[in-house]
T-cell receptor, first 116, second 114 residues
């Protein structure tokens, strides 16, 4: 039973480039969450998506950041024109999306983004 | 979500029980207590959750006081691989698309010593 998969595990970008982070949820999970962990800080919620829908993006910076979870394929967190302050670990979690049931979140190993 | 307070760090000897406390004095009646941990450079790992009854699974036990204002996570026989930051989170059950945000504080760094 494969867990949540994220790739790449490490990503290095120069300022101004684009970063694309991918997340494949656990089998049978239809809900995806992205969290960011800045150096020496706790994880902060960014966005919650269901298939083809953004449910809550209140934790996303207003500019340069976007997320999607298409009908087919992984969820993508996209950061345009990266700056040094975007350097962080980005974690994806998934849950089964059980209506009326408890939806525990399972986390992936994270993508560590370094902006030079 | 109710605020939680945890000690910054704790030490435990390998093979002994690790008891990690958490205060959540403002927890409301429908908020659960969740525990996650994060081993260095890895993603958070769910451990256990409970509402008011004590809970036990293959990883740990959760003891919640009768007034629900505090709880203790117990790792019965700590190993070196249990060294991690442990997070106590109080929030409503994630059900039907609500209460989905996990708010991670600074947690407790548990160091298990040989």
């Amino acid at each position: 039973n494969a867990g949540v998969m994220q790739n790449p595990r490490h990503l290095v970008r120069r300022r101004g480039q684009e970063a694309r982070l991918r997340c494949s949820p656990m089998k049978g999970h239809s809900h995806v969450y992205w969290y960011r962990q800045l150096p020496e800080e706790g994880l902060k919620f960014m966005v919650y998506l269901q298939k083809e829908n953004i449910i809550d993006e209140s934790g996303m910076p207003k500019e340069r950041f976007s997320a999607e979870f298409p009908k087919e394929g992984p969820s993508i967190l996209r950061i345009q024109q990266v700056v040094r302050g975007d350097s962080a670990a980005y974690f994806c979690a998934s849950s089964p999306g059980l209506a009326g049931g408890y939806n525990e979140q399972f986390f992936g190993p994270g993508t560590r983004l370094t902006v030079l | 979500d109710a605020k939680t307070t945890q000690p910054t760090s704790m030490d435990c000897a390998e093979g002994r029980a690790a008891n990690l406390p958490c205060n959540h004095s403002t927890i409301s009646g429908n908020e659960y207590v969740y525990w996650y941990r994060q081993i260095h450079s890895q993603g958070p790992q769910y451990i256990i959750h409970g509402l008011k009854n004590n809970e036990t699974n293959e990883m740990a036990s959760l003891i919640i006081t009768e007034d629900r204002k505090s709880s203790t996570l117990i790792l019965p026989h700590a190993t070196l691989r249990d060294t991690a930051v442990y997070y106590c989170i109080a929030k409503g059950a994630h059900s039907g698309g609500s209460n989905y945000k996990l708010t991670f504080g600074k947690g407790t760094l548990l160091t298990v010593n040989p």
